[in-house]
């Protein structure tokens, strides 16, 4: 019988008996198995099927902490399930900001809320080390996968030409880091497979270098990867290495200084008019349990799949997401899932980007406000902000998803919606490729959607552009970048309930528009230099 890859990503972890924890951040660049019978070993690649199984453990990191879910974390120093990458992702790019607040006091979390995190944040130590795991294993697998190496392991052509597209897959989820961590903390190391295996200091790099490494090795894995909608369910395709692209061009302006709406802009129509994902008919399938067959899955470019049979327990991924987004007077049950967190609410400016105008209110501003105040007084309290029920862990239809601890949810990391949004914002921004009656068509198509009124022309303008993408991508882990590309994450131009650590907000500095580089990463690699201001 045929297994999807939506269930090798997590099977395979459960029979490889993987184990690559790192011992300190200083080999946070390299992979070193600790014993014969771990896989990247020689003997591991002599099976055939080791290939598929590596590249699997890529795609599975996404969503796992570990390999056996959380108790085995593949990151020394914290938890699998607080190590998990897409939880990671959602605690720095929404926690920062107006869309999202945490209840929890756990260690420096409560920094995250407020804008006042310092080198010392182990969730900060936590995705750095993450993204630069990933790395390595991407790294490792290229290491292992050489023509040289294929053919002194006898293996046949035809799986030369799969392990091939493997190979442009690892390199697209490196990159996907490299974006990542050029985001958050700007200068950052680069290694690739041709660096050497053990310890070294590897060197820093500017920002612009690590955006023009990620801009090649996007360009130039293109003619690799597998067609656009060709690939098993949950894998890279073509258009996913042009949406990364895409995205990286639209904030080029922050990254490097340098405008690329025009980029932004041609790539963005490319995949509107030639990849063959669709527009979704029913936002709210996009985020159901179901959302690998429902539809949604014309319009999803990039999903990290979660599946509640084949994940163990965990508290990462869409779990987590979940998990923490229940409590007060909620019923769980009514959500899909066992039980809730009491964690993540949202604020009342986020909720005001949602009027009920003339009696038509925006689908997309999904909301629990029974027992919750719109206001939040006290950050701890669960009950203080409006909780959010964009996601849930049942079938479109309303039947119940395989189980109700860990949700079938896929997340969805890129989708068309979004490339409708970066082509209208980057011809709103003078790319000469844009139109501006196509990218209004794109806008009032998403609106329409909702049920939310169309807007003219005259109403097509970066506030209003700004206010939509958080109305059409709300937790899908974009606001933070969001915000800072519109010059309105730090500083006094935005400002909302318990920014900078006062109830009614205030400013903060500008510095902190770039994470601090970990201080435990800088005493494992003194030769790394922290980000001005901390």
Wanted: proline share 3%; with cysteine.
């Amino acid at each position: 019988m045929k297994i999807s890859f939506k269930y090798i990503s997590y099977f395979l972890l459960l029979i490889m008996g993987v184990s690559m924890t790192l011992s300190s951040c200083t080999n946070d660049l390299n992979v070193t198995p600790g014993d014969d019978d771990e896989f990247l070993s020689e003997a591991f690649f002599q099976d055939p099927a080791s290939y598929k199984q590596v590249l699997a453990k890529l795609y599975a990191g996404l969503y796992v902490g570990g390999n056996d879910g959380d108790s085995k974390a593949d990151i020394a120093g914290i938890g699998g399930d607080f190590s998990s990458y897409l939880r990671l992702l959602f605690v720095t790019q929404e926690f920062s900001t107006d869309e999202a607040i945490i209840a929890w006091a756990d260690g420096t979390l409560p920094t995250l809320n407020a804008q006042t995190w310092s080198p010392a944040n182990e969730f900060l130590e936590g995705t750095f080390s993450r993204a630069f795991y990933h790395i390595s294993v991407a790294n490792e697998f290229l290491r292992q996968t050489t023509e040289e190496k294929l053919t002194a392991r006898g293996v046949d052509e035809s799986l030369k030409a799969e392990i091939a597209t493997f190979r442009a897959e690892a390199r697209f989820l490196r990159a996907f880091s490299y974006y990542n961590l050029m985001d958050l903390f700007g200068n950052v190391p680069i290694t690739t497979e041709n660096d050497p295996v053990g310890f070294f200091y590897p060197e820093q790099r500017t920002r612009a270098e690590v955006f023009a490494f990620v801009e090649s090795e996007l360009k130039d894995i293109d003619g690799s990867l597998a067609a656009s909608r060709s690939n098993e369910y949950g894998r890279i395709d073509k258009t996913a290495a042009k949406f990364l692209l895409a995205q990286v061009y639209l904030n080029a302006q922050v990254y490097i200084g340098e405008n690329k709406y025009n980029e932004a802009a041609t790539i963005s129509n490319e995949i509107i008019t030639s990849s063959g994902y669709t527009f979704a008919p029913i936002y709210k399938n996009i985020f159901s349990a179901d959302n690998d067959r429902n539809g949604a899955q014309n319009e999803v470019i990039f999903p990290i799949v979660g599946d509640g049979n084949a994940i163990r327990a965990t508290g990462g991924g869409m779990s987590f997401i979940m998990h923490a987004s229940i409590g007060g007077s909620m019923d769980a049950a009514s959500r899909g899932m066992d039980g809730g967190w009491q964690g993540i609410r949202t604020r009342r400016e986020f909720v005001n980007l949602f009027p009920d105008a003339n009696g038509i209110a925006d689908k997309r501003g999904s909301f629990y406000t029974d027992g919750q105040s719109l206001d939040i007084n006290n950050v701890g309290t669960f009950t203080d902000g409006y909780a959010v029920t964009k996601y849930i862990n049942k079938n479109s239809d309303g039947t119940a998803a395989q189980r109700n601890d860990i949700p079938d949810i896929d997340f969805p990391m890129f989708r068309l919606s979004d490339v409708y949004l970066m082509y209208a914002e980057a011809t709103v921004r003078g790319a000469a490729s844009g139109n501006m009656a196509t990218a209004l068509t794109y806008v009032n198509k998403i609106r329409a959607r909702a049920n939310a009124s169309a807007i003219t022309a005259s109403n097509l303008t970066l506030d209003f552009l700004l206010d939509e993408r958080g109305r059409e991508l709300h937790w899908e882990c974009h606001r933070r970048t969001d915000l800072i590309r519109f010059g309105k994450f730090t500083g006094s131009s935005k400002i909302w309930q318990w920014k900078g650590g006062s109830i009614n907000g205030t400013a903060t500095e500008s510095y902190r528009d770039l994470m601090p580089i970990p201080a435990r990463n800088i005493q494992a690699n003194p030769t790394l230099k922290q980000n001005p201001g901390y």
